[in-house]
């Protein structure tokens, strides 16, 4: 695989996604609650800066509220009201998570590659082939799952959900000519309120059990 | 005049019943009475030469247009439904009264009204998704019946194992309809002969209505269901609800086209239930129990009946096909009449005495002498033994059987052993009925419950007479019901319609056979009379029966169910599989000592508890994969999206 063939095109673009990759990996192999917020927002504001790059021969006023919403929602509220929950259950630190950071890095890492090499094996169209936006969606969505599934802090849980919808967002700004920015906006709002909903409950959590460990959440299975 | 007017009477008595059924009893019993015997009067018209009455309306039910037809068969069924259901009634009136039963007998009337309703429908409807309807109907109003009683935990389990049971057979009528729907792309049911490639649903609907008629081996529910219920709603189930697994047998083969083994199959089925039925009913201890098997026997002698029709109907339309299918039809009525009077006079003695193990009852005829005398009549139509009806039915069937021989061919080689097999059927049916009568009426009084038995009101003897002159009038005047008989068989299949050369023969044969038997019943009568004188002017001494020289003959020395009949139940030990508790005395003086013996349920012990622990356990296994942790549960997301993403990639997905 030649670093050159994904250059055509958008080479801008490809950095950006290239960051975002990063910081997936970054995100995995912190275990510091923070640095995983810093990074999920540093990611975020990438994606929010990515329609610009796309859209750079019309930009009209729509595509600049998006992007500016985007990037405030992800960038700024939804880490905000994460920094808050977190203060409020006064947690720094993941503790004792299913999966170590060294093996979810690993994970991560391969499945990085693994999706740079996927991706090459789906029937995109050929206008995408050369762009990273689908490698990068699936590592997006892959790091998510893996830190869903490896961490116990409810909190490193969102974080995860949240790189995880990156991802997704990722893959809808393939098709960000056929799809109304209104859908774009609405899936952020329900993410911003989501989140602003779930610090609430974490905080609710924490007073009530005096833990955040997901493991111990498991009365209510039937 | 058409059926149309009296339909709607006996409908709007059905809708009016349920809306009073549970607040003025004699109001409702008027309004069902009048709505069975207006639904009857409709029945009748169409089997006594009337048009079919056919109703297409632009009304939707469900989204498909209503659409009633009553055609011949339909007709006959629902003139039993109707005698069974207004005979029922009157007998609920005495038997489940206010004072004995204060907590369901409201219950009791409003699901009696449901359930005749909707069997009506189901023998009405003549579209597959109103069937559908009007069957789960019939079958939850059945269930609230079954458990009327159910602060007793063996009648909540009876009526779970029932609902089960039950909705097995729904599935598979679910499955039959829709496929039905779509291969013929509507919901409208008829006549498609022609549509050989609909052959194979016939198995669907075997196994479905096979269930519910209680053919064996999927007769598991009925034992049990029929012993706990009411003893008139075990009158409804046995007489009535197992014949609508007959009806929808009968309905959809002669509707539908049927593959060429199905009638040895079905025949196959009657001769097994047929003797393992009456072989099940004779290790029975308990009176309803007893009972329910000797249903599964009789649907058996039905399906023999069946089964041989659809076999010569495979075979050119040959005639004796007819008359095995007029005995099987015939037997509905038949069984249908005298399961219900028995159901009624086990009930009668349950309510007198309040036990169902014959080990606690004996001599009850001098207490009870209606109830005896009219179990009598039931036990000897059972046994088909002239002059009643039930003899008449079995030697139509005999009749198509040695027909069947004569005409060679495969048929015969299949054909003598169901006679032989018939014939010890019968003969089985017979001793344990002389079991019994000889346990529960003749003897001495096994208990004080027994000892201190009173003859049962006028509601209940007055539906037990119905149905024992009912059982007479088809006994002695067979040749009245035959033009019924052979207008349901024409419609069943049109081809034989004035095709048998034998038209006129049977009328006349009928006639005769009602004729020995109207000389057999006066003979009967005249050596009663001449019995009944001689006792009266006392010309012998009343004494002991030979006791065996013990010096205290107490009524536990008695012969017991289980004696009178463990020489035919050995034969049998090998499916009856009975359980032994043995207590030998041991020394010189011994202390004590016991022997008691029962029949286990076989099949749904040894087969149906097994397979269903097995599922239970594959399930139990399963739900270890639901712990809670959200964790996990992610995992399985994401490995069911790797493998569905490996399913696409390798190409299997296209």
Known sequence: MSGGVWMIGHPLLNLLIGLAMGLNLLALGSSRLPSIIRAMSVQGMLLGLMPLLLESANLDWRIILVVLATIVGKGLVIPGLLRRAMRAANIEREI???????????LGAGGTIAAVALARALPLMPEHAGSLLVPGA????????????????????????????NGIYLFGLLLIHSTPLLVESGILLDVTVGVFIIGLIVDRIQRAFDSLDTRKLNTLRE | MTAAPLLLVAAGGMVLGILIGRMTPRLWLMVTLVSVIAGFAAGAMVLGGGNEWEWRSAFLVGGEPLHLRLDAISAFFLVLLCVIGGAGAVYGHGYWSKLAHPRSVRSGRLWWSVLLSSLGAVLLVSNGLHFLIAWELFTVSAYFLVTLDRQRSEVRAAGWLYLGASHVAMLCLFAFFTLLAVRTGSWELGSMRDRSELAPLFWLALVAFGLKAGMFPLHVWLPSAHANAPSHVSAMLSGVTLKIGIYGLVRFSGWLPVPPEA??????????SAVLGVAFALGQHDLKRLLAYHSVENIGIILIGLGFALVAMGQDNAGWGRLALAGGLLHVWNHGLFKSLLFFSAGSVLHSTGTREMSQLGGLWRMMP???????????????????????????????????????GPSAWMAIPAAILLGMTAALALACFAKVCGVVFLGAPRSQAAAHAHESGPAMRGAMVLLGAACMAIGLAPV????AVVRAVDVWNPVWTGAATSDHAWPVALSELGLF?????????????????????????RALTWDCGYALPTPRMQYTA????????????????????????????PQSASFTSHTPETVLEYVITPVTEIVMRVSRAARSLQHGRLQFYLLYLLIGLAALAVVVLLGGGK
Request: contains cysteine.
């Open chain 2, 263 to 272: 009638g040895w199959v079905v025949a196959f089925l009657g001769v097994t």
């Open chain 2, 370 to 408: 209606w109830t005896a005398s009219l179990f009598g009549l039931g036990a000897v139509a059972i046994s088909g033994l002239p002059p009643l009806n039930g003899f008449v039915s079995e030697w139509l069937i005999y009749l198509g059987l040695f027909d069947a021989t004569l005409a060679r």
């Open chain 2, 562 to 589: 289980g004696s009178f009949a463990s020489i035919i139940t050995e034969w049998f030990a090998w499916i009856l599989r009975p359980v032994r508790h043995e207590h030998r005395p041991e020394t010189l003086f």
């Open chain 1, 138 to 165: 699936i590592a997006s969505v892959l790091t998510g799952f893996i830190l869903m599934i490896g961490r116990v802090r409810a909190i490193s849980q969102v974080c995860g959900y949240l790189i995880l919808e």
């Open chain 2, 480 to 483: 009245v019901f035959w033009s």
């Open chain 1, 96 to 106: 004792q998570p299913f999966l170590g950071y060294v093996p979810s890095l690993l």
């Open chain 2, 517 to 541: 038997h109207v000389a057999l019943a006066v003979l009967a009568l005249v050596a009663a009379v001449w019995l009944w004188r001689r006792v009266r002017r006392g010309s012998f001494s």
